[in-house]
């Protein structure tokens, strides 16, 4: 069963401190996506990469957020010093987009719960 | 730029009745693919529906259907027969497919509550 895994589940960390997040995407898949949920801002894309490259940030602090594919397997975003406002859920989705086809759907990972004190 | 509404906040619905969670859209992309994602008290995000832009029958899976009205830029979500396992927040999103740009974009959400 193919899965998106995301690691750690649940991060608490004061503010200042460095924070990363790990994601390794279903096998074969070549686009990755990270977004953010909060109450407040519901469902955010934060960057998205397509063979390990990135395609789209604009929706990512770049002062303090770096977005990552060290190789296919493993995606990260860091938050560099981190801040009480990036308290949220941050979840990664994995795609298989090959061009003329049609391809639907993306698979979430079960998120990153993240608490900043 | 795209935008998705979701009117409801929360909704109710006694078990086994039918259920209907509104969607509109705006986007002035031509082709763009319209998702339905299910998101219970434990997080993940569950893919349910998809609708392509260019799809001339609604789409169905299982006991989902979507009821894409184009020209009035709807994409609602209808549940049949609720079961106490629908209860969840419930979440329309869109694409463009044109571009290939791929990322969705989300409305806020309906929390949906089945009663027995």
């Known amino acids: 069963d193919a899965r998106v895994t995301q690691t750690p589940r649940h991060k608490v960390t004061e503010m200042g401190q460095e924070v990363t997040m790990r994601c390794q995407p279903i096998l074969g898949h070549n686009t990755v996506f990270w977004y953010r949920q909060t109450m407040m801002q519901g469902l955010e894309l934060l960057a998205y990469f397509r063979n390990r490259a990135p395609l789209d940030d604009s929706g990512m602090p770049k002062d303090r957020f770096s977005a990552e594919m060290p190789d296919a397997t493993l995606a990260t975003l860091k938050i560099q010093p981190s801040e009480p406002r990036d308290s949220a859920v941050y979840f990664c989705a994995s795609g298989l987009v090959i061009a003329s086809l049609s391809d639907h759907e993306q698979f979430f990972g079960p998120g990153t719960r993240l608490t900043v004190l | 730029a795209q935008k998705i509404t979701q009117t409801q906040p929360g909704m109710f619905v006694q078990e086994k009745e039918a259920v209907t969670l509104d969607c509109t859209y705006d986007t002035s992309d031509q082709s763009y693919g319209l998702f339905w994602y299910k998101q219970p008290s434990s997080g993940e995000m569950i893919f349910l529906i998809y609708?392509?832009?260019?799809?001339?029958q609604n789409a169905t899976e299982g006991r989902y259907s979507l009821n894409f009205q184009k020209a009035r830029k709807s994409a609602n979500l209808v549940i049949s027969a609720s079961q106490l396992g629908d209860s969840a927040m419930y979440f329309c999103?869109?694409?463009?497919?044109?571009?290939?740009?791929?990322?969705?974009?989300f409305g806020s959400g309906t929390r949906l509550q089945v009663q027995p």
């Open positions: 999103a869109m694409r463009d497919m044109d571009t290939g740009r791929r990322a969705l974009t």
């Open positions: 609708q392509g832009s260019y799809d001339e």
